[in-house]
């Protein structure tokens, strides 16, 4: 089983529909955790974090973490064709501060 | 500039030879991370550092290596052992404690001729 797991997609959206992105991982003792975007041929850039179970919104972006189920989602509301990329989620683990990178989700707005 | 600094951007590498990859960072940050991507692929952790003269061996460090003799800089070295160097690396540094958002140089993309 893979430490932090994503559907590699891609996920297809109509623009101004809401893109829904999943990510799961296997260690209970894990902290904190994040989002970042990666637009092809450059560096993830970090979108969210969250680190307690609930909901997080920041402008068009949603993060919800369910540890119980060790989940963790990110809704993008309004998709525009520019946040067509790849979607990578990661967890810090508590022990050893390790951070571990699913192997993300793509994501295409269409027009 | 504040910010992580990685070079150089494109690095060629004849078989058989060891090449270093360069990490800087200014943002006084205490952690540092070296992630390889292949195409299509998510980030897969080689090495990590959390504080100057320790580091830990991430899920691909074989091949590889890093030193981190001082708190900004975190140079790592791919070895004639790397089977298949050929990769886009990225650098990652985050402060201490809960929150530790990372955040990533412009990487390096190494391809082997």
């Known amino acids: 089983q893979k430490e932090v797991e994503q559907n590699s997609g891609p996920l297809s959206v109509p623009e101004g529909a809401i893109a829904s992105l999943n990510c799961t991982y296997s260690d209970r003792g894990s902290q904190s955790f994040f989002w970042y975007r990666q637009y092809s041929g450059k560096s993830p850039e970090l979108i969210m974090s969250i680190y307690s179970n609930g909901d997080k919104e920041d402008g068009r972006f949603t993060a919800q973490l369910n540890k119980a189920s060790q989940y963790v989602s990110l809704l993008i509301r309004d998709s525009q064709p520019s946040d067509s990329a790849t979607y990578l989620c990661?967890?810090?683990?508590?022990?050893?501060?390790?951070?571990?990178f699913g192997g993300g989700t793509r994501v295409l707005v269409k027009p | 500039d504040g910010g992580i600094t990685q070079s150089p951007k494109y690095l060629f590498r004849k078989e058989g030879q060891n090449v270093t990859l360069s990490c800087e960072q200014n943002?006084?940050?205490?952690?540092m991370y070296w992630y390889r991507q292949d195409p299509g692929q998510g980030l897969r952790l080689i090495y990590y550092s959390q504080i100057v003269n320790d580091f830990q061996k991430g899920d691909i460090a074989e091949g590889y290596s890093v030193s981190r003799e001082k708190k900004e800089s975190f140079p790592l070295t791919v070895t004639s052992a790397q089977k298949n160097p050929t990769a886009f690396y990225l650098c990652?540094?985050?402060?201490?404690?809960?929150?530790?958002?990372?955040?990533f140089g412009q990487g390096t993309r190494l391809t082997v001729v």
């Open positions: 990652a540094t985050s402060l201490s404690g809960t929150s530790r958002k990372a955040f």
């Open positions: 943002l006084n940050h205490d952690a």
């Open positions: 990661a967890v810090l683990k508590a022990a050893g501060n390790k951070l571990t």
